[in-house]
């Protein structure tokens, strides 16, 4: 088992930066797929960001070069740099592992945080 807590959200005006961190802790083996997704207002599961332990990092094409992912697999720590943030990056964030690619790939990853709520206001 692999236990995820996020922290970092918050609330910024557009065009302001945040920055939210997870925690991996447990049998963290089966993080080799880690990142981001988010849930909308309207209730939309999208994938932001991935970096895997073997350092394979995909991107969701809204982020257009303003967010940044990072791990550091020896503190088992995930970081999203968010800046230039807009309206629409208004989200639930959360941090996700898997060690499968297809369940994780499709938005079925074993291991979720709890979540974290970014607002954006315009």
């Known amino acids: 088992q692999v236990q995820l807590v996020e922290s970092g959200g918050g609330s910024v005006q557009a065009g302001g930066s945040l920055t939210l961190s997870c925690v991996a802790s447990?049998?963290?083996?089966?993080?080799?797929?880690m990142g981001w997704f988010r849930q909308t207002p309207g209730n939309v599961r999208e994938r932001v960001a991935t970096l895997t332990n073997g350092g394979v990092l995909k991107y969701a094409e809204f982020v257009e070069g303003r967010f940044t992912i990072s791990r550091d697999n020896a503190k088992n720590t995930l970081s999203l740099q968010m800046n230039n943030l807009k309206p629409n990056d208004t989200a639930i964030y959360y941090c996700?592992?898997?060690?499968?690619?297809?369940?994780?790939?499709?938005?079925?990853?074993?291991?979720w945080g709890q979540g974290t709520q970014v607002t954006v206001s315009s």
């Open positions: 996700a592992a898997d060690d499968d690619a297809r369940t994780y790939y499709s938005g079925r990853a074993k291991y």
């Open positions: 447990g049998n963290t083996a089966g993080t080799y797929y």
